[in-house]
């Protein structure tokens, strides 16, 4: 069987909202059904020859149960269309899609959507006590964010893992990385996103959101609210350590708020279609490792792709690896083999990631999609290389080459 190429079309985003900040109002149902509608708006597709939507979601809920069907429906989108939803934790967007690339790619779908949102300031808390009743004692309610952390992985095999910022903590001991190191890289993380802003680089893949007030008229909501222009090596050297190490609120990922969308699309039904792609799916892979390490994912991960596809570093044009910790990114550039003044670090990150734009865990896959597509456009580039660790233990890597 042959298979036929996966292009991707309008890959698009809502700005990233802070914790409990201005899109904390709006579920993830909702934030799905505003990026969904956005996307059919834009792209002008009939969304009745969308054959089916895929989408993340990292700390799914009874709330909107199978997201991607259910923020479909919630856009007033056709009834026909099915859809469903995933979960690879941090990799579950981009892992979305892949999924959606392979189902074009092998004949089963001509037009599918793929995206993923999260909505981390209404993750609920749960219980597994009352289920059965409780006669008498105490009722817990565990906070489903930090639990999930610390279940990401079976206690009984690897043990208690208290949560992502010990692994971090750990490959800072392994690969001798230093507070200095970490708080500098969170400088340029902030700096290089606040440049982006600047210079407008975001404004293409952007979907303004309108956010109800309670009095007064809604809101836009157009712009990351995460990334501190002003970081400086001294005020983030102020911030203490959050669990005696190296990690700090400066130099770690945000819990954000936001949904991303693209269309993958055969690419014998674009010209039928009147679509324009952006760039074409080229590969990807997933590899495990050990969760109390989980950062170094991508290392495995993209070993394992150049390894399928044949390509190397010196074919990849950009590099965004989301930046969960400082030290889980410097740990990985070592394990790579990059040196400090290495060139290739001039193409890593260049508009900023997850510890300045925020990693909302659904939607970060597509969040890195929209921005490192366009980038490749600018720069002329040919390949974009896009990779994240996964808790757990796992990382994902995926290579998207630009359209012609």
């Given at each position: 069987?042959?298979?036929?190429?996966?292009?991707?079309?309008?890959?698009?985003?809502?700005?990233?909202?802070?914790?409990?900040?201005?899109?904390?109002?709006?579920?993830?149902?909702?934030?799905?059904?505003?990026?969904?509608?956005?996307?059919?708006?834009?792209?002008?597709?009939?969304?009745?020859?969308?054959?089916?939507?895929?989408?993340?979601?990292?700390?799914?809920?009874?709330?909107?149960?199978?997201?991607?069907?259910?923020?479909?429906?919630?856009?007033?989108?056709?009834?026909?269309?099915?859809?469903?939803?995933?979960?690879?934790?941090?990799?579950?967007?981009?892992?979305?899609?892949?999924?959606?690339?392979?189902?074009?790619?092998?004949?089963?779908?001509?037009?599918?959507?793929?995206?993923?949102?999260?909505?981390?300031?209404?993750?609920?808390?749960?219980?597994?006590?009352?289920?059965?009743?409780?006669?008498?004692?105490?009722?817990?309610?565990?906070?489903?964010?930090?639990?999930?952390?610390?279940?990401?992985?079976?206690?009984?095999?690897?043990?208690?893992?208290?949560?992502?910022?010990?692994?971090?903590?750990?490959?800072?001991?392994?690969?001798?990385?230093?507070?200095?190191?970490?708080?500098?890289?969170?400088?340029?993380?902030?700096?290089?996103?606040?440049?982006?802003?600047?210079?407008?680089?975001?404004?293409?893949?952007?979907?303004?959101?309108?956010?109800?007030?309670?009095?007064?008229?809604?809101?836009?909501?157009?712009?990351?609210?995460?990334?501190?222009?002003?970081?400086?090596?001294?005020?983030?050297?102020?911030?203490?350590?959050?669990?005696?190490?190296?990690?700090?609120?400066?130099?770690?990922?945000?819990?954000?708020?936001?949904?991303?969308?693209?269309?993958?699309?055969?690419?014998?039904?674009?010209?039928?279609?009147?679509?324009?792609?952006?760039?074409?799916?080229?590969?990807?892979?997933?590899?495990?490792?050990?969760?109390?390490?989980?950062?170094?994912?991508?290392?495995?991960?993209?070993?394992?792709?150049?390894?399928?596809?044949?390509?190397?570093?010196?074919?990849?044009?950009?590099?965004?690896?989301?930046?969960?910790?400082?030290?889980?990114?410097?740990?990985?550039?070592?394990?790579?083999?990059?040196?400090?003044?290495?060139?290739?670090?001039?193409?890593?990150?260049?508009?900023?990631?997850?510890?300045?734009?925020?990693h909302p865990i659904g939607?970060?896959?597509?969040?890195?999609?929209?921005?490192l597509t366009r980038e490749?456009?600018?720069?002329?580039?040919?390949?974009?290389?896009?990779?994240?660790?996964?808790?757990?233990?796992?990382?994902?890597?995926?290579?998207?080459?630009?359209?012609?």
């Open positions: 069987m042959t298979l036929r190429r996966a292009a991707i079309v309008a890959p698009i985003r809502t700005a990233v909202g802070k914790f409990g900040g201005s899109l904390s109002s709006l579920t993830a149902g909702d934030l799905g059904a505003v990026i969904l509608k956005a996307l059919i708006e834009r792209t002008k597709v009939d969304p009745g020859r969308v054959d089916d939507v895929v989408f993340s979601q990292g700390y799914g809920n009874g709330e909107a149960p199978c997201i991607g069907h259910w923020s479909w429906l919630a856009a007033g989108l056709p009834l026909e269309v099915p859809g469903y939803q995933l979960d690879r934790r941090c990799g579950s967007g981009l892992q979305a899609i892949a999924n959606a690339a392979m189902m074009v790619q092998t004949g089963m779908s001509d037009v599918v959507v793929a995206g993923g949102v999260e909505s981390m300031s209404n993750v609920e808390h749960y219980s597994t006590d009352i289920r059965k009743g409780v006669r008498a004692g105490n009722l817990t309610l565990h906070d489903r964010l930090t639990r999930g952390r610390v279940m990401s992985q079976p206690v009984e095999r690897f043990g208690v893992i208290t949560g992502m910022i010990e692994t971090a903590e750990n490959l800072a001991k392994d690969y001798g990385i230093s507070r200095e190191a970490c708080d500098a890289y969170a400088v340029r993380s902030h700096q290089r996103a606040a440049a982006a802003w600047d210079k407008g680089l975001f404004a293409d893949e952007l979907v303004p959101v309108s956010v109800p007030q309670r009095k007064g008229d809604p809101v836009i909501f157009a712009q990351d609210e995460g990334y501190r222009a002003d970081a400086t090596l001294e005020s983030l050297g102020k911030l203490r350590p959050l669990e005696g190490g190296v990690v700090t609120a400066g130099n770690a990922s945000q819990q954000n708020d936001a949904a991303a969308a693209c269309l993958v699309v055969a690419e014998d039904k674009l010209d039928e279609l009147g679509l324009e792609p952006i760039a074409w799916f080229h590969s990807w892979a997933a590899a495990g490792c050990d969760p109390s390490r989980m950062g170094i994912g991508p290392v495995p991960a993209v070993e394992r792709l150049f390894a399928r596809n044949g390509l190397g570093w010196n074919d990849i044009d950009l590099v965004e690896l989301n930046e969960a910790f400082a030290p889980q990114v410097l740990a990985v550039l070592k394990g790579w083999g990059w040196s400090d003044d290495d060139s290739r670090n001039q193409i890593l990150n260049v508009n900023g990631s997850g510890i300045s734009l925020g939607a970060t896959g597509g969040r890195i999609l929209a921005n490749l456009v600018r720069r002329d580039g040919r390949y974009g290389l896009e990779t994240m660790c996964i808790g757990g233990g796992q990382g994902i890597a995926a290579i998207f080459e630009r359209a012609a």
